[in-house]
């Protein structure tokens, strides 16, 4: 696989893997060991075969961290919750092309109330699903496991959807983050990065390791 250019590596350690029983403690905890953004995981049971919280934590623990919010929509129909999550604090949005039947629009309403959006693409989602997305995008989340749980094992399968799309967002010549999610840990971290993405999603390798600042820099690799 052809190295990419150096691009600053983001970590956005995933709330899902986090303590509930003190998670307003585990957000400052990170947001203090060097995180750059913090990414929620918005389940409703029916677009994924799992429930995780609403709008009201998001808002809970919006005073506990300056750090964006990026939020991730797993939710159908989803048009109706992007303006409880923008006033709950959320800083981005994203939304997967299936979770409705107009994506485009939904993009749209994103950006209509200031957010930033993003579309997110399953494993079993091809690239060409979003390439009449990508210019109302400001990040693309590949998922390297199946949406729903926390703690599965990274899909080496998505490495080359993960090239593909960095070339696409090359292409448009705009500053999409290219993000990749599940089961990212500094082996898998650096395998993406090699493919072209340049934001990484982690829930366990953050959250469950005793020394959060070395986690998120094992990471962002040797010189990230």
């Given at each position: 696989?052809t ?7 983001v970590v ?8 509930f029983g ?7 905890a990170v ?14 049971g ?5 429930i995780s919280?609403g ?10 961290s300056?750090l964006?919010?990026?939020v ?12 409880a999550?923008?006033e709950?604090g959320a800083d981005?949005m994203?939304i997967?092309p ?5 994506p ?11 957010k930033?959006?993003g ?8 690239v060409?699903s979003?390439?009449w997305?990508?210019e109302?995008?400001?990040s ?7 949406p729903g ?5 990274f ?31 500094p082996h898998?971290?650096a ?8 934001t ?6 953050v959250?469950g ?5 070395a986690a ?9």
């Amino acid at each position: 696989m052809t190295a990419q250019p150096k691009r600053r590596v983001v970590v956005a350690p995933s709330v899902l893997a986090a303590d509930f029983g003190g998670l307003r403690e585990e957000i400052g905890a990170v947001t203090k060991a060097g995180a750059d953004w913090l990414h929620f995981d918005i389940m409703d049971g029916h677009f994924v075969p799992n429930i995780s919280f609403g709008p009201q934590v998001v808002a809970a623990m919006r005073p506990h961290s300056a750090l964006p919010f990026d939020v991730h929509l797993m939710i159908t129909p989803v048009d109706p919750f992007v303006a409880a999550f923008a006033e709950a604090g959320a800083d981005h949005m994203l939304i997967h092309p299936e979770a409705g039947p107009h994506p485009h629009r939904t993009l749209q309403l994103i950006r209509s109330h200031g957010k930033r959006a993003g579309v997110v693409l399953s494993p079993g989602t091809p690239v060409e699903s979003i390439a009449w997305l990508l210019e109302l995008a400001d990040s693309v989340l590949v998922m390297s496991v199946n949406p729903g749980f926390g703690g599965q094992q990274f899909l080496s399968s998505q490495l080359p959807k993960i090239a593909a799309l960095r070339r696409m967002i090359d292409e448009t010549g705009r500053p999409i983050a290219l993000a990749v999610d599940g089961g990212i840990t500094p082996h898998t971290a650096a395998l993406v990065l090699a493919a072209g993405a340049d934001t990484l999603v982690a829930g366990t390798s953050v959250f469950g390791a005793p020394d959060r600042v070395a986690a998120i820099a094992a990471l962002r690799g040797p010189t990230g």
